[in-house]
């Protein structure tokens, strides 16, 4: 049930057809995790947040530093130093005390990635490496959660959402493709373009509406402005996924 | 053999003279990235590694799909449409 405070809060997209009180009471139940604490997950958890997610858990375990602050817009400049799930956990309360906010510093490993997203009904990538998100996807996918990835380089920015066992994964499209590790150039529209286009597909996936960006990674050339999608099939022989599921 | 069209993304355009999209011939993706090459010799340092192999963190893609696994074998025909897809992983 929906207080009289949330009614008025969320008035405006309850309004949003097929969405309704229904949808909100779908959101205020649900358990969203964010890996990584940073330039998508900036707007992601700002937007998730702001929607009304029951509980969002961040896992991060770096600091803030100077420049971060250009794209990671949950971290201010009186946070330099700070850790960084301290200081997104700060600011998402701030915006929504309705939201609980779980903050982890650690490290997302091997060893850890299945722990981490056990109990959550949602995983969304805002990782800034490659391998991590192997290990994200892999988890997601054995434990049958929902994975919404996005990247950025540059102007240039990539989402796509995966439902285990029905639709292409990350392994699926990139098969194990690794980017050096390295400084990365970087402004803070493409992450917030992208970021809040995962949130947008959390948001529609939790409510049950419109249709999701499966089967096909977005890809947004933000110097041109041009979305472009590249078409992927569920791939039978996927290391990750291969085993799960029929196709879609 | 067709003309077939390359879409060229903005971070490789100052190897194109600025061109968006180039017009190649060819009967497999690997020789119409040939022909791009040729035409715009640049390019060649932004698709191959020195040993010739299209860099792994790139996709090519024919009218909108994945060209792998096939990659440069697959056939393409007049009409079609190629995209270079960088694979990126920043956050
Ligand atoms: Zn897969």
Redo the contacts between chains.
Sequence with gaps: MLTTNELERYDRQIMIKGFGEEGQEKLKRARVIIA?G????SPSSIYLAAAGVGMIRIVDNDKVELSNLNRQVLHWDKDIGRRKVDSAAEKLKKLNEGVEIEAIDEMITEANVSQLVAGFDLVV??????PT?YLLNKAALEKDIPFFH?????????AMTIIPGKTACLEC???G???PEEK?P?IGVT?AIIGCIQAAEVIKYIVGIGELLTNR?L?C?G??LKF?????KKDPNCKHCGHLGGKE | MGIIKINIPAYMQSFTNNMEVVEVNGSTVGECLNHLVKQFPGMKKQLFSKNGNLFENIIISVNGESAYPEQLAKPVKEGDELNIVLIVGGG
């Design positions: 990584g940073g330039g998508l997950s990538d805002a990782m800034d490496n490659l998100r996005g990247a950025v380089y540059g102007f240039e920015g990539r499209v990139y098969h493709t690794t980017t990365f970087v992450p990674l890809i050339d110097l041109n472009t999608e590249l078409k992927v």
